[in-house]
């Protein structure tokens, strides 16, 4: 049971979530819709981009307006290119 409800939760908080593009993703999308492309510049071991994150990006409210105004694009200095 208790598998069930960690499952719908983090099923639930993925709604409110970004959805990141690739940078060749962005480029493509820019060129139907004419939005901004919002590069996210992280790495994996700072805990700011981790505050960030979970406060700031994971907000429902916060989420939609950037998904409205930008293409969002993560990128990680530690494993992308």
């Known amino acids: ?3 069930v409800f960690l ?3 983090v099923s639930l908080s993925s709604l409110f979530a970004l959805e ?3 940078y060749d993703e962005a480029l ?5 819709n004419s939005k901004t492309i919002m ?5 994996d071991d700072c ?6 994150d979970r406060e700031v990006l994971q907000d429902a409210q916060m989420s939609k307006y950037l998904t409205s105004k930008f ?4 990128l990680n200095l ?3 290119e």
């Open 1 to 3: 049971m208790s598998r």
């Open 39 to 43: 590069i996210d510049v992280v790495r």
């Open 7 to 9: 499952l719908s939760l």
């Open 28 to 32: 493509k999308l820019q060129k139907k």
């Open 20 to 22: 990141y593009h690739s």
């Open 71 to 74: 293409i969002p694009v993560k």
């Open 78 to 80: 530690d494993r992308d």
């Open 47 to 52: 805990h700011y981009c981790e505050d960030m």
